[in-house]
């Protein structure tokens, strides 16, 4: 049985019970934030911020985005503590091997490091898009890191960089997909 277009017996192991799978089409662009919230990749409030901000930039059918996270499960603190994700990544993997984005927004300082397999510091690199990293054996995707929605909530100066950020996304992606018409 498929789930949100993943085959779960494809994945390394079974989905465990409350992990949340992706969810979408992937039309050439994944977003991948940190953990779920709850039965959603992110909570209401996060979703909105984000799902605005995308319309905004030109996003007319947002089923037309992947959208995951690193870790599955919204309980699974031994992934979170210290930052602990290796046990999340194979899942990550499959998902791009299967969605093949060639933009990947990731919400998030450790999101773009597992994305791009390094230590970059997301305020310094954050709006530049970077290779993904080796591990995934998709070199055409390029991610973008910007701010996790929740973030950018506790912290409102940090909505101009937010907006900047996926407006960059958007417009990259949007231009693919006329560019495929």
């Not at 007319?60 to 599955?72: E, Q």
């Not at 397999?117 to 530049?128: A, C, K, N, V």
């Amino acid at each position: 049985m498929s789930v949100a277009g993943i085959d779960p017996d494809l994945l390394p192991q079974g989905l465990p019970d409350g992990w949340v799978a992706g969810t979408g089409k992937s039309l050439g662009a994944m977003v991948v934030g940190l953990r779920p919230s709850g039965e959603m990749h992110l909570g209401p409030t996060e979703w909105r911020l984000l799902s605005d901000e995308l319309m905004l930039a030109g996003v007319d059918d947002l089923g037309d985005l992947y959208v995951t996270n690193l870790v599955k499960s919204q309980t699974d603190t031994a992934l979170l503590r210290e930052g602990h994700f290796e046990a999340a990544v194979p899942y990550l993997v499959e998902e791009v091997q299967r969605t093949v984005p060639k933009y990947v927004l990731a919400l998030g300082q450790d999101v773009f490091q597992i994305l791009t397999g390094t230590s970059l510091e997301l305020p310094l690199y954050r709006g530049i898009w970077q290779r993904l990293a080796d591990v995934f054996d998709w070199d055409v995707a390029l991610v973008l890191g910007t701010f996790d929605p929740a973030y950018v909530l506790e912290n409102p100066g940090k909505i101009g960089p937010f907006r900047r950020d996926v407006q960059e996304f958007a417009t990259a992606w949007q231009a693919r997909i006329e560019g495929l018409r």
